[in-house]
């Protein structure tokens, strides 16, 4: 069977770098992209090649449309195709809204959503050549129910839900489905910010009484690879946090 090729954004630390690791051992293709992180990206390289797995490492900033170019076109010189387009990267900041800057705004803005509307837009030419393809965008909690103080973080994965749901519907008669996953509270470092006696409050509420691990995050985006009937959902994975 021939290999699938997947793109991962944002795939050298947390959540992305533990789809990587899935995906990489699944007789597949896999380029991880990153921007800063080169360090992190180089040693998932080197930790999956002692088990005899091979990916591709990518360095582009995606809120730079020239750099996605590259990055795409890197990907289809080598491999003639894009199978799964993962759309895993984005940052985070906690501010009251009053305090928040136009650079915040704009920063947060451009890293969570634009970048996810160059990627798949110049990826979908080419699945849309195919007429197969499957895009996963890694959403969150707070692009369903808004978060305090994140007013503009939320409003950036609010509109990677609308994306999922409006392409899903674009997109499906060229046989390419679109999925959203929503994490809830995920161990990763991108919540190390919030402090022991939030993170326990939170907790609280949770009907599991935990913090998720990024694996579950990661077998989900498995499963949406392999599954060939889901399209336009947002997933959400939060231990009942929002039911």
């Known amino acids: 069977m021939e290999k699938k090729v997947i793109l991962v954004t944002g795939g050298s630390r947390g959540i992305g770098a533990e789809i990587v690791k899935i995906l990489a051992c699944e007789n597949t293709e896999v380029i991880l992209n990153y921007n800063n992180s080169k360090i992190e990206a180089e040693n998932i390289k080197k930790e999956l090649l002692k088990k005899g797995v091979k990916i591709e490492i990518f360095k582009a900033d995606l809120t730079d449309r020239n750099q996605v170019n590259q990055l795409i076109q890197f990907c289809i010189m080598k ?66 129910i808004g978060s305090s103080c994140e007013v503009h973080y939320s409003v950036s994965k609010a509109g990677v839900d609308a994306m999922t749901k409006s392409l899903a ?46 694996n579950d995050i990661a077998k989900c ?5 392999e599954d060939t009937y889901t399209t336009g959902q947002v997933i959400s994975i939060n231990g009942g946090w929002k039911i």
Request: proline letters at 3%.
């Open 79 to 144: 491999y003639g195709k894009i199978d799964v387009l993962i759309n895993n990267a984005g940052i985070s900041q906690t501010k009251l809204f009053t305090e928040i800057t136009d650079n915040d705004w704009n920063l947060i803005i451009q890293t969570n959503l634009y970048s996810i509307f160059y990627t798949t837009q110049e990826t979908v030419k080419y699945m849309i050549e195919k007429k197969s393809g499957c895009i996963i965008n890694i959403s969150s909690i707070w692009g369903e």
């Open 169 to 214: 519907k674009e997109l499906g008669p060229s046989g390419i489905r679109v999925n959203s996953i929503a994490p809830g509270i995920i161990d990763t470092q991108m919540n190390e910010y919030i402090d022991t006696d939030d993170l326990n409050e939170i907790i609280n509420d949770i009907p599991l009484k935990k913090v998720g691990p990024k």
């Open 221 to 225: 985006v498995k499963w949406l690879i």
